[in-house]
């Protein structure tokens, strides 16, 4: 195995410490909340109907009620969790680590035996596979086309399965090397049920290399770095990433209902409010070049195409509609006359000279300017992070319902039926 591979690996499994837990049961938290409010959306119904009609065994529970097999069901838990674009991100990975992993973590541990503890433990490893894998991938990889969440997912997902199956070393290499040739994802699919799915791929595969692996399953071990391997294939950079400390402590959480690429922007107009939209003659976002090809789209049709237009999102904000609200990013918003007209004040540029989590905005009025700013990589403490997540969860789904998943993730109990008990 290449020795890039043997730093994600080593990183990725090494003990962690009661604070970094701490932030995947905030994921976990997170992950739950999401899957659970994203269960009715098509994409989630779909695959969900489609294993379930498949039959088999009742190894692991869906989001909606029942069970199913464990690789079906981390494929439809993977797409109805993504359904609503509400998940974690991690910017350096370029992708979601929760959506891909944490439904491999739940299935094959629940069809063995095991508990909450167990299952953290393993999602939190291939949560830090993941986000070193899309390192790895880095941003030729993404810009070519490929969906790092789906891709670098998948062989976290792996990581995570595999650790809940085996402690044999050569079974993981073997598993990964399987998930290679699996391994798969779009951005083209962005803004359509496929870029949900494309996590619920990363999920099921995951599960599949790594139950193939576990039967002795064999495959090139120069499937991911030698000759016309996953790294040479997928233009990827190959660059080795930062092998010190745990980088799930730099996961970003949502707090708005639409890409990671538009918090920024969201963030900076809220610091401008009370702002009369009424007066908004223009509006000038600059953003990180790699945004303009993920969340642009200019004159968005479609609620699910909404969560991925700077310009759609301002005007909604300036409107004084909640972004936090799923019910904002409506067909029927995309055809308001005032939503239209707002949109069209609307200018997105690139600008090379801001990171990834930036945004910059001068908004003309017929009072005069305003300029605002906001950068996502702004620390968040322990306490903050926790307070709106809560709210979030509470506003999903309604206190009651909220409290009972917080506390089946944070409760003293062990067993993971905590879990799959609040999932239906």
């Known amino acids: 195995m290449a020795e890039v591979i043997e730093q994600v690996l080593r990183a990725a499994l090494a003990d962690p410490p009661e604070a970094v ?183 099921a595969n995951g599960v599949e290399a790594a139950y193939l692996a576990q039967r002795g399953f064999t495959s090139s071990r120069d499937a991911i770095d030698g000759p016309s391997g996953f790294l040479e294939t997928h233009h990827c950079d190959g660059q080795a990433p930062d092998t010190s400390g745990f980088l799930m402590e730099s996961v970003s959480h949502k707090f708005h209902a639409c890409c990671h690429g538009l918090h920024a922007t969201l963030e900076a107009l809220h610091s401008l409010k009370p702002l009369d939209a009424a007066t908004v003659k223009s509006v000038h976002i600059q953003t990180h070049p790699r945004w303009m090809s993920v969340c642009n789209k200019t004159s968005p049709a479609t609620g699910l195409e909404a969560k991925f237009s700077y310009r759609m999102v301002t005007a909604l904000s300036l409107l004084g509609y909640d972004t936090a609200d799923l019910n904002s990013f409506s067909d029927a918003l995309c055809d308001h006359p005032d939503v239209i007209a707002l949109r069209e004040k609307v200018e997105v540029v690139a600008e090379d000279a801001l990171c990834e989590t930036e945004a910059r905005l001068l908004i003309e009025t017929t009072d005069g300017s305003l300029i605002a700013a906001y950068d996502l990589a702004k620390p968040i403490g322990p306490s903050e992070r926790s307070l709106r997540l809560r709210a979030k969860i509470d506003a999903l789904l309604g206190e009651a319902r909220g409290e009972m998943i917080w506390d089946a993730v944070h409760g003293a109990g062990g067993a993971l039926e905590d879990i799959t008990s609040r999932m239906g």
């Not at 992708?95 to 503890?117: D, F, R, T, Y």
């Open 21 to 203: 837990l701490d932030i995947m049961r905030l994921s976990l938290a997170d992950w739950l909340a999401v899957g659970v409010a994203g269960q009715g959306e098509a994409v989630a119904r779909i695959t969900r109907d489609m294993v379930q009609a498949e039959g088999g065994a009742q190894q692991a529970t869906f989001f909606g009620g029942g069970r199913g097999p464990a690789r079906g069901v981390a494929l439809a838990n993977g797409a109805a969790s993504h359904a609503l674009d509400l998940d974690d991100t991690h910017f350096a990975h370029i992708g979601h680590p929760s959506v891909a992993v944490i439904p491999a973590a739940l299935a094959v541990a629940e069809q063995q035996g095991l508990g909450k503890a167990e299952m953290l433990r393993a999602a939190l490893a291939g949560c830090e596979a993941s986000i070193r894998f899309g390192i790895v991938f880095g941003r030729g990889h993404y810009q070519i086309g490929f969906h790092q969440t789906a891709t670098a997912g998948a062989f976290g997902a792996t990581v995570a399965a595999t650790m809940l199956l085996s402690d044999n070393p050569d079974v993981m290499e073997r598993a990964l090397a399987i998930v290679s040739t699996r391994a798969s994802g779009l951005k083209s699919q962005f803004g359509t049920m496929g870029k949900p799915y494309n996590a619920g791929l990363a999920a």
